[in-house]
């Protein structure tokens, strides 16, 4: 493997320890014992969820070429998966909101097991069901847990700016180490211990177990609006209504939709990205140097947070980041000659995975602080529901994309991702504007109240 790989990921890791190890007091909160044990409870149970999603990632696509299916087959599976986290994600998702957020945590780890299972299976039905299952676990994974957290948080009395804390903590660990640690497993199982590829899905499958046992004993329940005779279409409305009549709730969808796509779809352009003529790459290793870039953007948003930065403010920079880094693949397109077939990493290819580390550094930073907006505008009784709409326009988006990924060139469709994100740092400034406006509102309309109270008898 070429130096170059070891020296990112020997700089990040440089950097990440000494982030983590030189934090002063002013990146600490001092918190008292209960939140603590609250926290680590969470965080475990998170990082537990988050491990049975990464066991499987690096294997997916290979398994199903094991089982003999081209390009076109599996590209219908991945479909299935995203078109049901639309569908049947959305309906199971919002349900928490009434029956129980705990109840749908539950749900989660039960409906992924059984899609861990489905792989054991070569034919295609069998195949589909377990992604169909996938789409409706993912759902509730990135709605359910949250909401929990969220409301539990809040029900216990603790300061509404710890949650910063959890969710940075979380992301850390979930998103980085534990993706990390999950992918070198994976490859131990099914490669070195040659247990094959559906062995990393059986570890997933335990995971989800341990973590639905630790749910199961020691989480309570907690509900969105919970009122008798409010059935799923009634909740629909109002999450509707919340979305249409708050400004501030419908840019964070779009804010949201704009990111995650443009996410998801670098998630599928990195590879072909960084090995146009089949240049030989380590994909493991450089998911790794992602993962590792994702824990330094958590890293920096935890300091952020416990500075109480202004997430409205900071996230601009962040999303205009997003859009330069992705739109690299464009210009060394056009600037670095392109490599002889077979060879190691291009010039080009090398200024294309520092910046996709950025990218990544990103990503990390924007898990944390897009989950304190929401835990800061979204209502309360519908916040389930709200988040899985806010997940509908994301997955048509992938859907579309997976469907034309090879009707357009690679350039373009990062092309198109650059000018998403753009959008998105242009509805952040908007969001700030409209939220500093409400803000004043709100402040003024206390001043008055006060006043006016020594008038009244």
Aim: net charge neutral; hydrophobic share 50%.
């Amino acid at each position: 493997m070429e130096v170059f790989y070891y020296l990112v990921f020997g700089g990040l890791a440089a950097v990440v320890a000494a982030l983590e190890l030189g934090k002063s007091g002013k990146d600490r909160v001092a918190t008292p014992t209960a939140f603590n044990s609250f926290k680590n409870n969470y965080v475990l149970v998170y990082s537990l969820m988050m491990s049975g999603d990464w066991l499987q990632g690096p294997y997916v696509y290979f398994l199903y070429s094991q089982y003999g299916f081209d390009k076109g087959d599996i590209g219908r599976l991945f479909i299935a998966g995203f078109g049901s986290s639309m569908l049947f994600g959305t309906i199971v998702g919002s349900l928490a909101d009434k029956q129980g957020r705990k109840r749908a945590c539950i749900t989660y780890c039960i409906t992924y097991i059984l899609s861990c299972i489905t792989k054991h299976s070569p034919q295609y039905r069998i195949l589909m069901i377990g992604r169909v299952l996938g789409g409706i676990a993912t759902s509730l994974l990135f709605s359910a847990f949250e909401s929990w957290l969220v409301a539990e948080h809040n029900k216990r009395g603790f300061d509404p700016q710890w949650l910063s804390i959890t969710f940075s903590k979380a992301i850390f660990l979930g998103n980085g180490l534990v993706a990390i640690v999950a992918g070198l497993f994976a490859n131990l199982l099914a490669d070195n211990l040659g247990f094959g590829p559906v062995a990393p899905f059986d570890a997933a499958a335990c995971f989800l177990a341990i973590g639905m046992a630790i749910i199961l004993s020691s989480w309570g329940e907690n509900y969105g609006d919970a009122s008798e005779g409010k059935d799923l279409m009634a909740q629909f409305k109002v999450a509707a209504k919340a979305i249409a009549s708050d400004e501030k709730i419908a840019l964070l969808g779009a804010i949201q939709s704009l990111f995650e796509g443009s996410m998801y779809t670098f998630v599928f352009l990195w590879t072909p990205a960084l090995s146009p003529n089949d240049e030989e790459i380590p994909h493991g290793f450089i998911f790794a140097t992602f993962m590792l870039s994702s824990m330094l953007g958590s890293s920096i948003a935890s300091r952020l947070l416990a500075r109480k930065m202004k997430v409205e403010g900071y996230m601009q920079i962040v999303f205009s980041i997003s859009a330069f880094t992705l739109f690299l693949p464009v210009v060394t397109n056009f600037i670095v000659p392109p490599s002889e077939k077979g060879s190691s990493i291009s010039f080009g290819g090398c200024l294309q995975l520092l910046g996709f580390c950025i990218f990544e550094s990103c990503v990390g930073i924007f898990w944390p602080s897009i989950m304190k907006m929401r835990s800061q505008y979204i209502p309360e009784e519908a916040r389930s529901t709200i988040m899985n709409f806010f997940r509908i326009p994301l997955n048509l988006f992938v859907c579309v994309v997976l469907y034309n990924v090879n009707a357009f060139p690679i350039t373009v469709m990062f092309g198109m991702c650059s000018i998403f994100l753009f959008i998105a740092a242009i509805l952040q400034r908007r969001l700030m504007v409209v939220s500093d406006l409400h803000r004043s509102i709100s402040t003024k309309a206390t001043e008055m109240t006060a006043e006016d109270e020594p008038l009244n008898p």
